[in-house]
């Protein structure tokens, strides 16, 4: 059985809720509700987030980069509590693709994530105790007007860009659709305007997993000094299983044993890929909130960009002046090319500047997290293209 | 959260594996020791079995069929535990592919199993309880070895036929390694000569979830009166989505609603989707044991057939004189066509007789159980072929 003695304490998570290290905080007070979609309005609420370079006089070159499900506004450089480097090094940074010597990266923790801006983690005000299952649900809309209003906290009327995948993704394609005069171009990248019934199935056993662990005391671990580790520990696990393909996973680890010449006989991690699996789920209740878990997990679940516009997705792009660049991965089964095709069918449909690319590789759904040459290729050139068009300097 | 008040308690469950129902069983008593590759003997042991049809005078129309992961050997006809109808209907019966009135059909329940045949749930008779983790780990090639030993208490010398699907299709391929003299006719469906990486990540993400349970009580639930129902129920959820399809998902649910206008902004089971899987979770555990759901799918993860034969699958079957019929499905995605023309083509360096077909469903790797017209044709076919060449009568 795998073993979590290294979980954080539980004053430590609900303190990094509230109390985010190494972030810059929106807080936004009783005369600023955030809407949600749920019909009830969150108040008072912050937002965690972190820039990197500068913004330019005009005001026109912020780049709006969006966090993925178990992501956060760590972009790069050191995160404050696992240690490692940043989510998106390979993309972010001085020359990098979305180049910080030429843009001004903006990154917001979500609205129900558990890194600083509010979620079911921090202190709910009204009892001075962690939210918990009080916290309303949330949908991508809600987590993107979230974002609207730190931008005009920010006085920033237009983003050049705004780029993230998978979950994301569905926050930039949200962006586009909410808001299509305040992006000049947008870069959703391994996503989907809809999350499929394989996608829901897959985080319904996450959530169970999660909710099965005696330890979640129907949500109120935190007040009670408990932690769902074990059942969050195999979500993960799952979960991770599905960021990566068949070959990539074969290629990697095989049929290999872990530090023995052959099977045990037992239910000892006899194989890499075991051990590696259990490594995950390990490191990843270290830094993350269940319930955090279940609210975004759910966000994503009730994605259905359609449904906004009398279930025809090219409604939500009709006469978007936004110009796009779509990138699927050919080994992503969790939101694969056929997904990101019919974002480009919709976009066309609404007579939108669109361009796609569908990268070989073995790497799955998380490629576009990796060092993966010809998406960071192509980003590259998309947002030069994108910049000359806006007027952008090459650099400052 | 799932309620799983229904789940049958702990007597019947221990009953059902040393007792069980519309059974026949063969006792194996000191003198007749199963040896393990574990390097052990079980011993007493007793294998459950059902037979269909009748054998000919010349003992030569037995059909051997093999259950997978989660089957038993009530092929047809009423479950004596589910009360629901058996797991092969389609294939087996009078005037079915697997013909009644032709062949005489045995059916053992596996060695690990929960339904009669020794395994984790079985009294150990040197403690007089359940055999819990005590019990040693198997493999499929152990299964094997137990059947053998019951087609010689049948006085069965020559099989006219070995099928099965999954993990029935393994034994099909160990059966046809192991006794190749023994074996007429073979019939692996949607499976593979080895478990890959991304299958064995699967089940331990299963095995985990199980184990994470507290009811589990490192496996001695039945002794003190537990039941690891949660972790076993979620198990059972991450499984069955990888049985079907993401095509078969979203033609039977896509996004649809349970019984509701609208999302509920809640954890409730709004997609039809998660009330499906749920319901697969809750009658699942009451049927089947949370240790032989850990022993069976390790089984399954050791399995790999080059291993034996110095990494070259070819020699599992080399100089074999049995004929072969392989199938797959080009939705399976958990023992994808590449599994199964890797049998073909160690079939093929063998020298052996075969025939392959890829069938095009929608219906996932559960396609091999159900009524899938061109799988039921290609069965009767190759049976009724190698009928004629064995010189069996047309129909008794």
């Known amino acids: 059985m795998v073993e979590l003695s290294a979980a954080r304490d539980v004053p430590a998570r609900h303190s990094e809720a509230d109390s985010p290290r190494d972030s810059l905080i929106a807080r936004f007070g ?56 940043g989510w998106w090094e390979t993309m972010v940074g001085p020359g990098k693709p979305i180049d910080t010597e030429r843009y001004f990266v903006i990154c917001p923790n979500v609205v129900g994530a558990c890194m600083g801006t509010t979620g079911p983690a921090s202190t709910n005000p009204k009892t001075g105790k962690p939210w918990g299952l009080d916290f309303p649900v949330i949908t991508i809309r809600d987590m993107v007007r979230a974002q609207a209003m730190l931008l005009d906290e920010l006085k920033i009327e237009t983003l050049f860009a705004v780029a993230g995948g998978s979950m994301g993704g569905m926050q930039v394609l949200q962006w586009a659709a ?31 997993a999660v ?27 799952g979960a991770h299983i599905t960021y990566l393909s068949d070959a990539a996973l074969h290629r990697k680890f095989g049929r290999k044993f872990q530090d023995r010449e052959n099977v045990t006989f037992s239910f000892d991690a006899d194989f890499e890929v075991e051990s590696y699996l259990r490594h995950q789920g390990i490191t990843f209740v270290d ?55 019919a974002i480009v069918h919709a976009l066309n449909a609404g007579g939108a500047r669109v361009s796609f690319a569908e990268i070989v590789t073995d790497k799955g759904h998380d490629a576009f997290l990796l060092d993966e040459p010809e998406l960071l290729a192509i980003v590259r050139g998309f947002l030069d293209g994108a910049a000359r068009a806006r007027g952008l300097s090459a650099r400052r």
Not at 199 to 208: C, D, L, P, Y
Not at 291 to 314: E, I, K, P, Q
Not at 333 to 340: A, M
């Open 178 to 208: 909410s808001y299509p005069r305040r992006v000049f171009a947008a870069l959703p990248l391994a996503s989907s305007t809809r999350h499929s019934a394989q996608n829901i199935a897959f985080h319904e056993v996450g959530r169970q």
């Open 211 to 237: 909710m099965a662990d005696p330890e979640w005391r129907q949500g109120r671990y935190l007040v009670e000094g408990a932690n769902p580790k074990r059942g969050l520990a195999v979500a993960r696990m």
């Open 287 to 341: 830094r993350f909130d269940a319930n955090s878990y279940l609210y975004l997990t759910r966000a994503m679940d009730y994605f259905d960009l359609a449904a906004d516009y009398d279930g025809v997705v090219a409604g939500a792009f009709k006469g978007a002046e936004t110009r796009f660049c779509v990138v699927s991965f050919t080994s992503d089964w969790l939101f694969p090319t056929s997904d990101s095709r």
């Open 30 to 85: 009783a005369d600023r509700p955030l809407k949600l979609d749920a019909g009830v309005s969150l108040s008072p609420f912050q937002i965690a987030y972190r820039t990197y370079g500068a913004l330019n006089s005009e005001r026109s070159n912020a780049v709006l980069v969006c966090h993925a499900l178990t992501g956060d506004h760590h972009v790069v450089g050191t995160h404050p509590v696992t240690g490692k480097s």
